[in-house]
């Protein structure tokens, strides 16, 4: 089993940034990371994910050359850091670990591809 808890989240105005950590806690080691994000009346959507070693990664085009998506293992953490930050970024922020084996050839951007979630953190941008 794998705990996540995310911390970071807050208020902040068009054009800042905010720094998401996932804190894991359990069986962490090998597990692909993920964040995705759910707006008020949308499905939850997929924003980035990264491999164990952190050397590879995916993003939503929709967040790409805005956030990254970083991890420090030594710390069971796994960070977003979103710069640029805009309205419609505006969602709960939930983080994600994969316990299943993964291929580094193929992305994981679906809810079905995780195993473990957290309970979020709400990200609001004002306009």
């Known amino acids: 089993q794998v705990q996540l808890v995310e911390s970071g989240g807050g208020l902040v105005p068009a054009g800042g940034s905010l720094r998401l950590s996932c804190l894991a806690s359990g069986r962490t080691f090998g597990n692909y990371g993920g964040w995705f994000r759910q707006a008020p009346g949308k499905e939850r959507e997929f924003v980035a994910g990264?491999?164990?070693?952190?050397?590879?990664?995916y993003y939503a085009e929709s967040v790409k050359g805005r956030f990254t998506i970083s991890r420090d293992n030594s710390k069971n953490t796994v960070y977003l850091q979103m710069n640029s930050l805009k309205p419609e970024d505006t969602a709960v922020y939930y983080c994600?670990?994969?316990?299943?084996?993964?291929?580094?050839?193929?992305?994981?951007?679906?809810?079905?591809?995780?195993?473990?979630w957290g309970q979020g953190t709400q990200v609001t941008v004002s306009s």
């Open positions: 990264i491999s164990w070693g952190g050397g590879i990664t």
């Open positions: 994600a670990a994969r316990g299943r084996t993964y291929y580094t050839t193929r992305n994981y951007d679906e809810d079905r591809d995780y195993d473990y």
